[in-house]
Each structure stands twice: as structure tokens, then as C-alpha cells.
């Protein structure tokens, strides 16, 4: 019964000390807010350093979307001209956006940051088709998105932490096969790209499985 009386006064407390404060008042649309890095926005997908696109066409967004917005239609890579940095790419990847509830799970689900959700937040709009994202508006929504729903003042494609700059930049464990890794482990027992000396936690644990096991006398 303290508890509860001691809540009770404490919210009370909060509406009471704000009751004295000047009103925060935003002239907006004038006026815009900057969003926090970690606002869930918009989706975007990100090309690498190279150019590439990121998405891969694994459909594990897709999966693991609550409410099915999400479409991913796979095509397999020419070897020539790849389209992406693996065997497959995104030949089909739409966004419902009526559909969506912006809760980030596609890009937690993504293991190669392809696909963001950035801080677009304005995206009222007169035709339903419009709602329907396609990769090429997702890639390059200055260009294809719809008017109404990109403004240039409130999208960015890189927040203050700089986490859509570079592969890997969130998801430090995806490397393409054959580079080394980014974490200083190898993809076997050490070698050419084993660990190094900046991580000794990492090459101390591998070499403690690694070690043959010493003979019982």
C-alpha cells in the first residue's frame, strides 16, 4: 500500500514540476525537429562502398516481418556483373507501407545492414500505389519516392553514430567469403586471416579450443 501511494505521489510530482516551465513550441512544418539517431522512420536499402547493393536476397526481413509488408522476389547473381556481394540479389524487393508498423525487425533481422529505417516520419499521401515502395525507391528515394512522402531537410542517409557509411558497420560479422574478418577470427583454426594481436581475448579463446589435448600418461 506504501508503494502504490508513493507512485501515486510520484506522478503527481512530474505533471506539478512541469507546471512551471516555459512551453516548448515547435513552428513546424516550418520548423522541424531533428529525430534521434535510433528513430524508426521510413525504410531505406544501402548500397556497399563499391556500389553493390547490400540486400542479398535471403528474405529474412520478409520473414521475420509481423505483419507481411514485405516482399523479396531472389534472382541469382551473374558472375560477370554481380549485382550484390553474394551468390543472389533483391530482383524484386517491395515495402507495403500501409501494411508496416516500423518495428525495426527487418533490419535486425538483416545480416549485411542492407535495409534501414531512417528518419522520414512524413509520409501522408493521396494515392494508395504510392504506399507501395519499390527497390528503386528504396535505394534512391530522392529520386523515386514520391514528393510528398521525401523531404530533403529530414532524410539523410548516414546518422551522427556514421552507421550507414560502410558495410559492416552494425554487423561486423558479415564479411564476403574469402576476406578477412572484421573481428579478427578466421573462418577456421587461425591462418592467413587468424586472429591478431588486436584482439588477444579472441585468439586466447581460439587457441584453448584449438590446442591438441595433452596425453594421458
Request: proline content about 8%; charged content about 25%.
Amino acid at each position: 500500500m506504501f508503494d502504490d501511494a508513493l507512485a501515486f505521489l510520484k506522478g503527481f510530482w512530474t505533471t506539478f514540476k512541469y507546471s512551471f516551465k516555459p512551453p516548448v513550441t515547435i513552428q513546424y512544418p516550418d520548423v522541424k525537429r531533428t529525430t534521434a539517431d535510433k528513430y524508426r522512420g521510413r525504410h531505406r536499402l544501402y548500397r556497399t562502398d563499391d556500389g553493390l547493393e547490400r540486400c542479398i536476397g535471403c528474405s529474412l526481413c520478409a520473414a521475420a516481418c509481423p505483419s507481411q509488408a514485405i516482399y523479396v522476389g531472389a534472382a541469382e547473381n551473374d558472375p560477370e556483373h554481380p549485382i550484390s556481394p553474394g551468390e543472389r540479389f533483391a530482383r524484386i524487393y517491395e515495402i507495403n507501407m500501409i501494411r508496416c508498423i516500423f518495428c525495426g525487425f527487418c533490419e535486425e533481422a538483416c545480416p549485411v545492414d542492407a535495409i534501414k529505417l531512417g528518419p522520414e516520419y512524413e509520409l501522408a499521401d493521396f494515392n494508395k500505389a504510392d504506399f507501395v515502395y519499390t527497390k528503386e525507391m528504396l535505394l534512391e528515394p530522392e529520386k523515386y519516392a514520391p514528393k510528398l512522402q521525401y523531404h530533403a531537410d529530414v532524410d539523410r542517409s548516414t546518422d551522427s553514430r556514421g552507421v550507414h557509411t560502410t558495410l559492416n558497420s552494425v554487423y561486423r560479422n558479415h564479411h564476403p567469403i574469402g576476406a578477412p574478418d572484421p573481428r579478427g577470427l578466421s573462418h577456421g583454426h587461425g591462418g592467413e586471416h587468424g586472429p591478431t594481436s588486436e584482439h588477444p581475448a579472441a585468439a586466447a579463446a581460439i587457441s584453448e579450443v584449438t590446442a591438441p589435448a595433452e596425453s594421458k600418461e
